[in-house]
C-alpha cells in the first residue's frame, strides 16, 4: 500500500477471521481508510463498492495486495467506511472518522468497564456496526474478544457451550442470539454468571426472552441498545425489573453529547406527546454517504432552523408518551393504509411478539385492489403452547383497531427464516410451511 496516497482507500472483505482483524488494526494503526464490504455480497456490488469508494487496494489474509485501477478518492480523517445491509438496493457507504471512532471507544468502554483482560464476546459479522463495541473497543481498551464461528451462529447448543468455556463478562447481540443461547440452557438447567453486562440491540425482544434473561444470566446487567450505522448507538436503556410486556421496550436515555428530534409529517419538531420520525445527532455519527447516496437528503440541518449541528433522519417511527418515555412503533416508510385508515405492520408485529406464547412473528402488507392493502401475520409460538389464531386475534383486537388485525393469521412451530443480521425475513417468512391457518 506505500504506492497509494495518505487518504486513500483500500478494502478488505469482511470474513471472520483473527488474520482479518489483524489486517483491520494495521490499516488503524497508519491511519488508512478501510472499506469492510460483506463477504456474502455478489462480485458486481462489490466492485460498485470498490468503485464508488476510490479502492486502490483488496486485502486478503496472507496475501499481497491486490491492485486495482480506480478513481483516488482522498478520505483522510476516515478509519473505517462501514456500509448498510442493502435491503433496499446497494448498500450504502458510511465513512466513520477517527474522532467519531475514538469517542465512541470512550464511552463504551466506561459504559460496560472495558479493559486489560476484559472477555467480550462477538456474535456479529465484522462488518456490522456493532462491532466497534464488540471488537474494537475491547482491544483498543487491552480486552480479551471471542469470535463466534459464522458457520455456528444458529447452533444454540455450541453457543451455550462457547460461553460456558470463554466465560464473556460482556456480550452485544441481537434477540436470536439470546434466544438461541436460552432455548438451550433451559434443556439442561444451566446458567451462564460470568456475563456482567448483556447488550440487546437490531430487532425487537420478544417478551419469553426477555424473561428467560434473569434466570439465564443470573450476575448480569440486561440493556436495550438503539442506533443506526449512520449514527451508531443512539440511546440505552436498562431494564429494571419485569417489562411491560404489552408494549415494546423504550429506547432508553440518550447517550451523552446525543441530541433526539420528533418531527412529523409536515416538517414540525414535536415537543410533547405525539409519534414522529426520529432525527439523532451524535457524537459518533458519519458526516454523510458516500457516491450517489450522499443526496438522498438521509443527513440533514435542523428543520426549524435552531442549531447548527448535522441531523439523521432516522426514518424510524416513534412514540413520545406523556412522561417522555420514547418507544419506537416503526418504519415511517413501511406505513400503509387499510380501508382508508393508516396502518404501521410493524407495530402489529410488537403487539405480537408482546403475546407470552410468540417467540417470533413477521407482518408483511401486501396489495388489494378493494382495501387498498392487507395485512398477512406468521407467529411461531412457544414450544408446548396451544396457542391457536383464534386466542392471538382476540390478543390483537383489544390493542389494535380494526383495519390493523391482520386478515391472514397463521401459527407455526417452526423457525421463521433470517436475514444475514439475525432479523425476521418478512418477505420469506410468508412462504414457510404452516401448521396451522385461519
Not at 73 to 81: E, F, I, P, Q, R
Not at 297 to 314: I, K, L, Q
Not at 387 to 398: D, E, M, T
Request: aromatic share 6%.
Amino acid at each position: 500500500m506505500a504506492a497509494l496516497p495518505a487518504g486513500a482507500p483500500a478494502a478488505l472483505p469482511a470474513v471472520k477471521s483473527p488474520g482479518t482483524i489483524a489486517l483491520i488494526l494495521g490499516c488503524l494503526l497508519a491511519r488508512r481508510p478501510l472499506l469492510l464490504p460483506s463477504p456474502a455480497l455478489g462480485a458486481d456490488v462489490t466492485e460498485r463498492l470498490y468503485e464508488q469508494a476510490g479502492v486502490g487496494h483488496v486485502l486478503a489474509p496472507g496475501r499481497p495486495p491486490a491492485a486495482r485501477r480506480s478513481p483516488t478518492v482522498d478520505l483522510s480523517g476516515n478509519a473505517l467506511l462501514l456500509t448498510t445491509s442493502g435491503s433496499t438496493g446497494l448498500p450504502k457507504i458510511v465513512p466513520l472518522s477517527s474522532t467519531a471512532l475514538d469517542q465512541f471507544v470512550t464511552w463504551a468502554a466506561g459504559a460496560f468497564g472495558i479493559g486489560p483482560g476484559t472477555t467480550v464476546l462477538n456474535y456479529a459479522p465484522l462488518n456490522f456496526d456493532v462491532c466497534l463495541l464488540d471488537v474494537w473497543t475491547t482491544l483498543a481498551r487491552g480486552g480479551r474478544v471471542v469470535l463466534v464461528d459464522a458457520e455456528r451462529v444458529t447452533d444454540g447448543g455450541r453457543l451455550l457451550a462457547l460461553v460456558e468455556r470463554e466465560r464473556p463478562e460482556v456480550v452485544q447481540s441481537v434477540p436470536m442470539f439470546y434466544r438461541l443461547l436460552a432455548d438451550a440452557a433451559r434443556a439442561g438447567g444451566r446458567t451462564l454468571p460470568s456475563v456482567r453486562h448483556a447488550v440487546f440491540t437490531g430487532d425487537t425482544m420478544p417478551v419469553p426472552v426477555v424473561a428467560a434473561l434473569p434466570g439465564l444470566l443470573p450476575h448480569a446487567r440486561l440493556y436495550n441498545v438503539y442506533g443506526c450505522t449512520e449514527t451508531n448507538d443512539s440511546f440505552l436503556y436498562e431494564l429494571r425489573g419485569t417489562p411491560d410486556p404489552a408494549r415494546p421496550l423504550p429506547l432508553g436515555q440518550p447517550l451523552p453529547g446525543v441530541e433526539a428530534l420528533l418531527v412529523d409529517a409536515e416538517g414540525r419538531v414535536l415537543d410533547g406527546p405525539g409519534s414522529g420520525e426520529l432525527y439523532v445527532s451524535t457524537p459518533f455519527q458519519s458526516e454523510g454517504y458516500l457516491g450517489a447516496a450522499a443526496a438522498s437528503g438521509a443527513f440533514v440541518p435542523h428543520p426549524e432552523g435552531a442549531d447548527d449541528r448535522r441531523w439523521f433522519r432516522s426514518g424510524d417511527l416513534v412514540r413520545r408518551s406523556p412522561d417522555g418515555t420514547l418507544t419506537l412503533v416503526g418504519r415511517t416508510d413501511f406505513q400503509v393504509k387499510i380501508l382508508g385508515v393508516r396502518v404501521n405492520p410493524q407495530e402489529v408485529e410488537h403487539l405480537l411478539l408482546a403475546h407470552p406464547d410468540v417467540t417470533e412473528a413477521a407482518v408483511r402488507a401486501v396489495p388489494d385492489p378493494a382495501a387498498g392493502h392487507t395485512l398477512r401475520a406468521v407467529a411461531r409460538r412457544r414450544p408446548g403452547s396451544r396457542l391457536n389464531s383464534l386466542s392471538l386475534r382476540g390478543h390483537l383486537a383489544q390493542r389494535l383497531s380494526r383495519a390493523a388485525i391482520p386478515a391472514a393469521l397463521l401459527i407455526t412451530d417452526e423457525p421463521l427464516p433470517r436475514t444475514a443480521t439475525g432479523k425476521v425475513d418478512r418477505e420469506r417468512a410468508g412462504h414457510v410451511h404452516f401448521t396451522e391457518e385461519s
